[in-house]
């Protein structure tokens, strides 16, 4: 298996991020946007992905979280790009539910080089902690964008907190069975031979 990892860095008016990324690590992280749920949610998501992921960001925080949460999705979603490379023998396809509590959380995912993105359910506050909860949906929309993959997200529950966490946990689980290597398969996993 080739060395399936990349660094990007954005730099823009509004953020400097870099993140460092490995596909087949074991879910070591290092995470500091200056968002302390968002730091939970990506820790979240390399722990239950077996994702190693650093990620950091100077934001513009002084206006809001919009540009922070948006450009980390971006630059997550490319570094995820970068390090599939032609996406060679990946699953490609892949769909979890997870619970929390009493919310429940479903991603379906391809890995299509087709970005394309829909979300059914609504937050249940406002906000958690210094995260706007809508910021949740863009962060996926985002991802979805640069990492060129169709995406589809739904949600139930009552707490917000659990709502997010539960899409993030199931965005890792998913992306993680998607982008595993299928022993049967040394070619990248598309009758048109690329994606």
Do not use: W
């Not at 190693?52 to 513009?60: A, E, M, P, Q, R």
């Not at 540009?67 to 979603?77: F, P, R, S």
């Not at 993105?117 to 609504?122: A, I, N, P, Q, R």
């Amino acid at each position: 298996m080739t060395d399936r990892t990349a660094s990007i860095t954005r730099e823009t008016a509004e953020t400097a991020i870099d993140v460092d990324l490995t596909l087949d690590g074991s879910g070591e992280t290092t995470i500091e946007t200056g968002i302390g749920f968002l730091d939970h949610m990506l820790n979240s998501f390399g722990t239950h992905g077996l994702f190693d992921l650093s990620v950091t960001c100077d934001g513009d925080l002084e206006i809001d979280d919009h540009h922070t949460v948006e450009d980390i999705g971006l630059t997550l979603g490319t570094a995820f790009d970068a390090a599939l490379v032609d996406k060679r023998g990946i699953r490609r396809f892949a769909d979890r539910k997870v619970p929390m509590d009493e919310a429940c959380a479903e991603i379906v995912l391809d890995i299509s080089g087709r970005p394309y993105f829909t979300f059914d359910g609504e937050f249940s506050q406002e906000r958690v902690g210094g995260m706007t909860s809508y910021m949740a949906r863009h962060f996926l929309r985002s991802f979805s964008t640069t990492a060129g993959i169709t995406l589809h997200a739904s949600v139930t529950g009552e707490n917000a907190h659990h709502e997010i966490e539960g899409l993030f946990k199931a965005l890792a689980r998913a992306m993680d069975d998607a982008t595993r290597i299928d022993e049967r398969r040394s070619e990248t996993p598309s009758t048109k031979g690329e994606l």
